[in-house]
Structure formats: C-alpha cells, structure tokens
C-alpha cells in the first residue's frame, strides 16, 4: 500500500500484545511489508503489556513514551485485552493511546464490551493469510502514518520544537514556539 506520493517518517513504536507465536509472525511480517516492522515492541500478554507501559519489571529502563498505536489480542493468559483496555483508558498517561484489538473472537459481547471501554477499533483475524496480512498492513499505515495523534501538553518555558506533519504526498516542517 506504500505509494511513491506517501512518505513514512518519524514514525514511533507500536506495541503489539499477542500471545500466539503465529499471529505474531504474520503481523510483524505485514508491518515489515510497509517498513513499520522495526518500531514494532512485542510482548505475549497483559501483565507484560501493563509492565511495558508504566516501565515495570523488565521494561524499567525502557527507551521511548507511549506506543503511537497499541495492537492488543483480546483472549490472552494473565491479563486478558479488555482488562488492559480498561487499565488503559482510565490512566490519564496512557487514555489517549490508540488501542485496536486484533482478536479471533466474533462475539457481540465481546465486541460491544470493548467499545464500552473505549476501544478506537475492533478488528476480527482474517483466517486466510494473505487476507490477515492486508488487515494488519492497512492498520498500520493507518494508525502509524495517516493518524494524527494528540500531542502532550505543552510544558511552560519549552524550546521550540520543530514537527513533522505528513499528509497523503506532502511533508510540512512546523515550527512550533511555546511561551
């Protein structure tokens, strides 16, 4: 889906949560496809999702914030995805991360309950392989490139800072001044 007017810079980690070893290959495989794949942190359930978010554990030196997009399975041992979701979004650090859940389950329940607790996408594993590789490629691309996250506050006294801003085929270089 890379095209020659769609340019792909600056881009900031991702957090896949996905304990089946398959699943994780296929995603980092559809992510690489769009040269995603290298901001791409993998952890296999939601007490290590948890742990990587508020730098616990074996994340407490962790590099970097908040993942510009979580990708979160839903049925997982330890902390399932909608506990993480709820975590998440209660969190005033953490709220504003986009979370899709990438999971296997079609039940209404479950797709309901996740929107209740504020989910940005629900998105049901495609079984067929080339199918679950587009899925993962266009979320990526969309969440990663397309999307315009919300910035942190401004702190009082802060340098300018420079952004970049991609739109579809342009880049724009903002100087940003806070007083």
Not at 2 to 28: A, F
Not at 50 to 75: A, C, E, Q, V, W
Not at 79 to 101: C, F, R, S, T, Y
């Amino acid at each position: 889906m890379n095209t020659p007017n769609m340019e792909v810079t600056h881009i900031k980690n991702i957090l896949l949560v996905e304990d089946d070893q398959r699943d994780v290959e296929l995603t980092l495989a559809a992510l690489e496809e769009q040269n995603l794949a290298n901001q791409v942190f993998v952890v296999h359930d939601g007490a290590q999702a948890l742990d990587y978010l508020y730098h616990r554990g074996k994340f407490t030196d962790r590099s970097g914030g908040n993942p510009i997009l979580m990708l979160l399975d839903l049925k997982m041992p330890k902390v399932d995805g909608l506990e993480v979701l709820k975590v998440i979004k209660a969190d005033e650090q953490l709220k504003n991360i986009p979370v899709v859940m990438l999971t296997s389950s079609r039940e209404t329940p479950d797709l309901n309950e996740c929107y209740k607790h504020g989910v940005n996408a629900y998105v049901v594993k495609p079984v067929d392989f080339s199918d679950f590789m587009k899925a993962v490629s266009q979320l990526g691309i969309f969440w990663a490139a397309i999307n315009h996250p919300p910035l942190p506050p401004a702190k009082e006294e802060a340098p300018a800072q420079t952004s970049e801003v991609i739109y579809l085929g342009k880049k724009e270089v903002k100087n940003e001044h806070t007083t």
